[in-house]
């Protein structure tokens, strides 16, 4: 009678015993698949972040091909990782600042060759400059002195000009005067041949004597006067030779 209770706490103390058992076992399974979730996490995190940083890296290389602004911003955008990983992510820190200072090196190099040459062509035009106005000042100057010529010239013509136009005026008075006097002493001598007598101052051939041998004045040719003259001579002579016979008879 007693055995049985016995019998009973034996067989309740072997199943708690049973169940402690299976409790640690199953604890035991946990603890030894917790490990390896881990690794295979932090394993997969890392590739993700070489990947972000290899993206990245492409990222630096294009922009530097395309010669765009490297920024933080700019190169999140074009690796299509946030800037947040940039900053936080010691590598990729590392090489955004790297890159950054390297692009703002060569800008500034490339600013300094380009302000140098600049520079260069400024100093270059400023000698050229120089040098023309070295030689406008020269070409001014004789410029200068060739209107000072000139106009010394101009001063001397207008003051010898009214002597000598007064001289030519002179000269063709003197030559007018010449011809009225020969005028006048053809007149004389026609009229000094007719007072001599009908003979030879009726006479065509006297009149045409007369007119052959008055002397030319101006250029060589008779004046109208002297031609008006010599025809109202021949005009009386043949008028005087057509009477003549008439008183004869």
Same mark, same amino acid.
């Given at each position: 009678?007693?055995?049985?209770?016995?019998?009973?706490? %034996?067989?309740?103390?072997?199943?708690?015993?049973?169940?402690?058992?299976?409790?640690?076992?199953?604890?035991?399974?946990?603890? +030894?698949?917790?490990?390896?979730?881990?690794?295979?996490?932090?394993?997969?995190?890392? $590739?993700?972040?070489?990947?972000?940083?290899?993206?990245?890296?492409? !990222?630096? !290389?294009?922009?530097?091909?395309?010669?765009?602004?490297?920024?933080? $911003?700019?190169?999140?955008?074009?690796? /299509?990782?946030?800037?947040?990983?940039?900053?936080? %992510?010691?590598?990729?820190?590392?090489?955004?600042?790297?890159?950054?200072?390297?692009?703002?090196?060569?800008?500034?190099?490339?600013? !300094?060759? *380009?302000?140098? /040459?600049?520079? +260069?062509?400024? $100093? *270059?035009?400023?000698?050229?400059?120089?040098? *023309?106005?070295?030689?406008?000042?020269?070409?001014?100057?004789?410029?200068?002195?060739?209107?000072?010529?000139?106009?010394?010239?101009?001063?001397?013509?207008?003051?010898?000009?009214?002597?000598?136009?007064?001289?030519?005026?002179?000269?063709?008075?003197?030559?007018? *005067?010449?011809?009225?006097?020969?005028?006048?002493?053809?007149?004389?001598?026609?009229?000094?041949?007719?007072?001599?007598?009908?003979?030879?101052?009726?006479?065509?051939?006297? +009149? %045409?004597?007369?007119?052959?041998?008055?002397?030319?004045?101006?250029?060589?040719?008779?004046?109208?006067?002297?031609?008006?003259?010599?025809?109202?001579?021949?005009?009386?002579?043949?008028?005087?030779?057509? $009477?003549?016979?008439?008183?004869?008879?």
């Amino acid at each position: 009678m007693h055995l049985a209770p016995v019998a009973a706490e %034996n067989s309740g103390e072997d199943a708690s015993a049973s169940v402690m058992e299976l409790n640690a076992g199953a604890g035991t399974c946990s603890r +030894a698949s917790v490990p390896g979730q881990t690794a295979a996490a932090v394993a997969a995190r890392r $590739r993700q972040t070489e990947r972000k940083l290899t993206d990245v890296d492409a !990222a630096i !290389a294009q922009l530097r091909r395309e010669r765009g602004r490297l920024t933080v $911003r700019g190169i999140a955008a074009r690796a /299509a990782v946030s800037a947040t990983f940039l900053y936080e %992510n010691p590598d990729a820190r590392a090489r955004v600042q790297a890159a950054i200072a390297d692009s703002k090196s060569r800008h500034d190099r490339a600013t !300094a060759a *380009e302000h140098e /040459a600049i520079e +260069a062509t400024w $100093r *270059e035009r400023a000698l050229n400059a120089e040098a *023309e106005l070295t030689r406008a000042q020269k070409e001014i100057f004789v410029q200068r002195q060739r209107l000072g010529e000139l106009m010394g010239h101009l001063r001397d013509l207008s003051q010898t000009a009214p002597g000598e136009s007064t001289r030519d005026h002179r000269l063709l008075q003197e030559r007018l *005067e010449g011809a009225h006097g020969g005028d006048h002493r053809r007149n004389g001598d026609g009229r000094h041949l007719r007072c001599q007598g009908p003979g030879l101052a009726d006479s065509p051939s006297a +009149a %045409n004597s007369r007119a052959h041998l008055a002397p030319p004045i101006g250029d060589g040719f008779p004046s109208p006067r002297s031609r008006q003259s010599s025809q109202s001579s021949s005009t009386s002579a043949v008028a005087s030779s057509q $009477r003549s016979p008439r008183r004869h008879k």
